[in-house]
């Protein structure tokens, strides 16, 4: 046999067979050779509500002050951080690229005003209030600043961290200072805030960052006059940084007079804010107060045993927000936790006022939150 005829049996064999497989084919998939969609895997994008009363006569609004994109060092595209912002149920966001240097990517250009421009029109498509930012990032012991409701971020780039801060008040901005714990050889010294504090260019402070929770200054933040916010600093995806089956993402609860970029800065000015992480609530004692009687509601007195005064009361939790209550009598004692959306029926001997500690709500350093409420 000589190598031509070898090859023309070899081609013969092939092709009998294709034949034969693309008949099989045919037989179990009848002629529609094109992909059959399993829609049952298909997910819309949701949107996870948090529910938080408003704070009459004020709206609640959930949001989140500090974040980075691919435009600084995170990981992620500036419109992802609006979508996954919705999901998960915020309201308002501003995204707060470090502001230092070029964007140090390989493949990027851009400046400082990308992300925002980038993230905009997602924003304006799903309704989220988008704040324009940025974070001024600077050696110890000068720390971090989020510099928020900038007109043009690119304006603020200053080698000099003073000067930085003072282009971003120039416009306007409002000053956070960020982790503050961050600055650990400086740490309760703040010699640079007070200088910004005596010109006016510090207006509010994360008593919360991340997973990181700073009880200290709570206190300083009441001393100086700062309105107190809670942020995730996320770098990565939210799904990745926070145990979101467990808790909601970390957030500033902002109660403003209108749902709005403008009502959002009234409200900052104007220190009407409470901080939200994990299971913990912290802020001033005025709107943690208010907060909790928005979110807890308490029934009317059954008394089942009228000799011995004995009775039963129905408190219900409105709100996502668990709350630990620890009941300090006289006709309620005994320690519940009231978990999100959920009502519990407690016991009563007579009526009247009760004391509650709130023990996951904080005012002070070390200091819980106490109601005093009247029961009938
Ligand atoms: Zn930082
Ligand atoms: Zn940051």
């Not at 046999?1 to 013969?12: E, F, Y």
């Not at 003072?166 to 416009?171: D, G, L, P, S, W």
């Not at 200290?216 to 145990?243: C, I, K, P, R």
């Amino acid at each position: 046999m000589t190598k031509v005829q070898k090859n023309s049996g070899l081609l013969r064999r092939i092709v009998s067979l294709f034949l034969v497989f693309s008949s099989l084919s045919l037989l179990i998939y009848g002629e529609n050779v094109s992909p059959i969609p399993l829609t049952q895997l298909d997910r819309p994008i949701v949107r996870d509500e948090v529910v938080v009363p408003h704070v009459e006569p004020f709206i609640t609004v959930k949001c989140d002050f500090h974040m980075h994109t691919v435009f600084s060092d995170g990981y992620v595209w500036p419109d992802l951080r609006v979508i996954e912002a919705w999901v998960t149920g915020l309201d308002a966001i501003a995204i707060t690229d470090h502001i230092e240097g070029p964007v140090n990517r390989p493949f990027l250009t851009g400046d400082d005003n990308s992300s925002y421009e980038l993230a905009k029109p997602v924003a304006d498509y799903y309704g989220m209030i988008l704040i324009r930012g940025g974070e001024i990032t600077k050696k110890e012991p000068y720390g971090h600043y989020n510099a928020l409701f900038l007109k043009d971020v690119n304006l603020v780039d200053n080698e000099d961290p003073f000067t930085a801060i003072e282009n971003a008040v120039k416009q306007g901005a409002f000053i956070q200072w960020n982790h503050p714990d961050w600055n650990s050889s400086t740490r309760n010294q703040f010699e640079f805030q007070k200088k910004l504090l005596e010109k006016g260019y510090l207006h509010g402070v994360e008593i919360t960052n991340r997973s990181d929770w700073y009880p200290y200054v709570v206190d300083w933040a009441l001393e100086n006059n700062l309105t107190m916010m809670g942020n995730s600093d996320l770098h990565g995806l939210v799904v990745g940084e926070f145990q979101l089956d467990k808790y909601k993402r970390p957030m500033t609860l902002v109660f403003a007079s209108e749902k709005s970029e403008q009502g959002i800065r009234e409200a900052l000015d104007n220190k009407r804010t409470v901080v939200w992480i994990a299971d913990l609530i912290n802020g001033r004692e005025e709107w943690v107060s208010k907060l909790f009687l928005s979110c807890v509601q308490f029934g009317k007195i059954k008394v089942t045993n009228p000799e011995k005064k004995e009775g039963q009361v129905r408190i219900e939790n409105v709100s996502d927000i668990p709350w630990s209550l620890k009941f300090l009598g006289p006709i309620v004692t005994g320690s519940y936790r009231l978990e999100p959306c959920s009502s519990m029926v407690v016991k009563t001997k007579g009526q009247g006022g009760v004391k509650i500690s709130v023990t996951n709500a904080w005012i002070k350093t070390g200091i819980n939150l106490q109601i005093e409420t009247n029961l009938e």
